[in-house]
């Protein structure tokens, strides 16, 4: 690839990010326009924002990487990652807009009455933040090295200061706008390039992947085959991946920023439109791989297709801009989703930890540098992980704990604070612990391995069981207003009702 086409590419993403991001500063000087943007955001820009910081180095890169390595089985993360929307949509969205929470502690303790809850909810708000930042600034460095050569923590570091001047420029306000912009990016990046590859690829005669390198075309294509205990592992992906939407902190933060629940449903069925049109771009880009780039697949450099397919297949000046374009869009993802989950980090560590010494907008800003520093340092001290591998991890540690208590705590009258803190912590070991076991690749062979690997299936129901059982165990110390939150998620804002006045501000 061609370096000086690529850095021009990256400068502009980031000089674009840096000054949106300062239009927001102008703009935002309130405690609610740094944590919700005065929740005044309309459905079309939160939905351009939510795909924006959604559509993760995981959907960029990651899965196309998947697509050419394992085939069919894959097309799973991008079918589950957009119809997660669906049940957010169906159960979540609008009563959790309809809480008043900043976030989802706050939402944990105005629904439960508990500050325990609230704590533990935050320490998990931080641990899936981190573990959803690390890929993210270690696919920053792939791409900048892919690119121009650089070293590798060069493009967290660019990443990590450019997310740090806009997040604390301007807070939700200023990302919303910013985190729109890039989603139309990354789909014009996918999007151009591809219309020139296939129609190289039509030129060329259609081939196939076996007419093209004789690999095993029909391993490749059919579901359930090539890998150990395929069946397990799939239906537990699709349990992470369908549950964990629900669960992902810088999805839900973004659902606070609407009017009311009315505009949070009409967000939610835009941005299932946005996905869906999406994922349809990586998966050809996957396929295109298999057949022009299979050497990929031996060198453990998947997640590189996206970015070297155009230099591979049209080659010339063409492929090179090309491939600049896709590194700006590359980097779009990287930049929005960093910036919607220090968002989310930042907003649940400033509230609990620092707002009694500081300021709330000082608190906010004193934690975005800490939510955004200690990922970009665990990602240069550790090994390259696959980056969708690492992401679905996150996916299943937020389906073991946030799903339960975000479905119960608004569906459920009958769960306690008790209940709630053993599911949490139940779902959150177990999946947490399958992530150790895994990234420090100290899981065994065989199923014990396989469930390892995928341990949502598992692990969900755990953390429902939990809640359940010591809830029923735990029934006189249910909430003493549960009554009136439940009138609160479940009614129109247009009703006259009484709400009860929990407010975030006065906790």
């Known amino acids: 690839m061609n370096s000086t086409y690529s850095v021009v590419a990256v400068a502009v993403v980031a000089l674009v990010t840096v000054v949106i991001g300062a239009f927001g500063l102008r703009i935002s000087r309130t405690t609610s326009d740094f944590y919700v943007a005065s929740r005044s955001v309309g459905p079309f820009w939160n939905a351009s924002a939510i795909g924006g910081e959604y559509l993760s180095a995981a959907s960029f890169l990651g899965f196309a990487g998947l697509i050419l390595a394992y085939g069919a089985d894959m097309l799973w993360y991008g079918v589950g990652w957009t119809a997660g929307y669906l049940i957010l949509l169906v159960l979540v969205a609008a009563p ?87 989603y139309w990016l990354k789909l014009t990046a996918l999007l151009i390039p591809l219309v020139l590859l296939v129609r190289f690829w039509v030129g060329d005669g259609s081939p196939t992947p076996a007419e093209a390198g004789g690999t095993d075309w029909s391993e490749w294509l059919t579901p359930l085959s090539g890998r150990d205990h395929s069946l397990y592992r799939t239906y537990s992906l699709m349990a992470a991946t369908f549950l964990g939407t629900m669960g992902l902190p810088h999805v839900l933060v973004r659902f606070y920023t609407n009017p009311d629940g009315r505009a949070a449903r009409r967000t939610t069925l835009l941005v299932l439109g946005l996905l869906g049109i999406f994922y349809v771009l990586p998966t050809a880009y996957g396929v295109l791989g298999r057949i022009y780039a299979s050497d990929l697949a031996g060198s453990g450099r998947t997640d590189a297709v996206v970015l070297e397919l155009p230099a591979r297949v049209i080659g010339g000046t063409t492929g090179e801009l090309l491939g600049a374009l896709l590194t700006a869009g590359a980097f779009a993802a990287f930049l929005s989703t960093s910036s919607g989950l220090a968002v989310s980090v930042a907003g649940a560590l400033s509230q609990d930890l620092l707002s009694r010494r500081f300021s709330a907008v000082t608190a906010f800003r004193l934690a975005t540098a800490f939510a955004i520093l200690v990922p970009f340092v665990l990602a240069v001290s550790v090994d390259d992980i696959n980056v969708a591998t690492s992401v679905g991890l996150a996916f299943a540690v937020a389906a073991s704990t946030f799903c339960p208590l975000l479905v119960l705590g608004i569906w459920w009258r009958g769960l306690t604070p008790y209940g709630a803190v053993a599911g949490l912590l139940g779902g959150g070991l177990a999946s947490g612990g399958s992530v150790v076991a895994t ?25 429902f069981a939990l809640m359940i059982g010591v809830s029923l165990a735990s029934r006189r110390h249910v909430a003493p207003n549960v009554n009136r939150m439940m009138v609160r998620l479940h009614t129109p804002e247009h009703l006259d009702v009484d709400r009860g006045g929990w407010t975030p501000e006065h906790r």
């Not at 690119?147 to 997310?163: E, I, N, Q, R």
């Not at 990234?439 to 953390?463: E, F, H, K, R, T």
């Open 96 to 182: 959790l807009r309809r809480s008043g929470a900043y976030t989802i502690p706050d939402f944990a303790e105005a629904r439960l009455e508990s500050v325990p809850t609230r704590y533990v909810s935050t320490l998990l708000i931080v641990v899936i933040g981190w573990l959803y930042l690390m890929p993210q600034f270690q696919g920053a460095g792939l791409t900048l090295r892919t690119a121009t050569g650089a070293p590798a923590w060069a493009g967290g570091a660019l990443v990590a200061s450019v997310v740090l001047v806009s997040v604390v420029a301007g807070g939700m306000r200023s990302i919303t706008f910013v985190q729109a912009f890039q």
């Open 439 to 463: 990234l420090a690749d100290v899981a065994p062979s065989g199923l014990a391995g396989a469930m390892l690997n995928q341990p949502a299936l598992w692990s969900v129901p755990l953390g």
